[in-house]
């Protein structure tokens, strides 16, 4: 081989071995900002559990919060049930041999009407508690209205259950 010769083989060897790195590079970057975004998904809903925040009040304010909370989600509870129940319908629909994409269509947007119903009025009862609370106290609990955080129903019987959230 001339020089000529090695200098076109080096000039694409180093061409490829950039392109290599950039690929290799992209690839490290793009996977790092996946599993961040998968991370924070995963990520508790709030920073700090909302019982937390609910044991830290006056008891008396503690009790009335954590009884008007627990009976908004247990009203509220028919409606994320319904939601469930139709979101599996259309799912059970969209696999089967049957599949009729207007029911489907209709099953998800039942299931979210269910779910919005099921949101308002726990946002509703959250908004009316909030109104009887000293500023202090309602700084505290306004995170009941971020809308990471799920309300998980339990009765006293099963707590020790664990329960899936809405």
Same mark, same amino acid.
């Given at each position: ?16 071995n950039?392109f290599?790195?950039?690929a ?16 924070s ?8 559990p909302?019982?937390?925040?609910v ?6 304010? /503690?009790?009335?919060?954590? @009884?008007?909370? *627990?009976? &908004? $989600? =247990? ?6 049930? +319904?939601? #469930? ?9 969209? /696999?089967?041999?049957d599949? @009729?994409?207007? *029911?489907? &269509? $209709? =099953? ?6 269910? +779910?919005? #119903? ?31 955080? #799920? ?16």
């Amino acid at each position: 081989m001339n020089a000529r010769t090695l200098k076109i083989v080096l000039a694409a060897s180093v061409a490829l071995n950039l392109f290599a790195l950039a690929a290799g590079a992209t690839l490290l970057v793009g996977r790092a900002n996946v599993e961040r975004r998968i991370e924070s998904q995963h990520r508790a809903p709030r920073s700090h559990p909302f019982m937390t925040v609910v044991e830290g009040l006056d008891p008396e304010v /503690r009790d009335r919060v954590r @009884d008007t909370l *627990r009976a &908004s $989600a =247990l009203t509220a509870r028919p409606d994320f049930d +319904e939601m #469930r129940r139709k979101r599996r319908e259309a799912i059970a629909l969209a /696999r089967s041999p049957d599949f @009729d994409p207007a *029911r489907v &269509s $209709a =099953l998800l947007e039942e299931s979210r009407v269910a +779910e919005l #119903r099921g949101r308002a009025r726990i946002e509703a009862d959250a908004v009316a508690v909030l109104q009887t609370l000293e500023p202090d106290d309602r700084v505290a609990l306004s995170e009941i209205l971020t809308r990471r955080g #799920r309300f998980v129903v339990r009765e006293k019987s099963d707590r020790k259950a664990p329960r899936t959230a809405p």
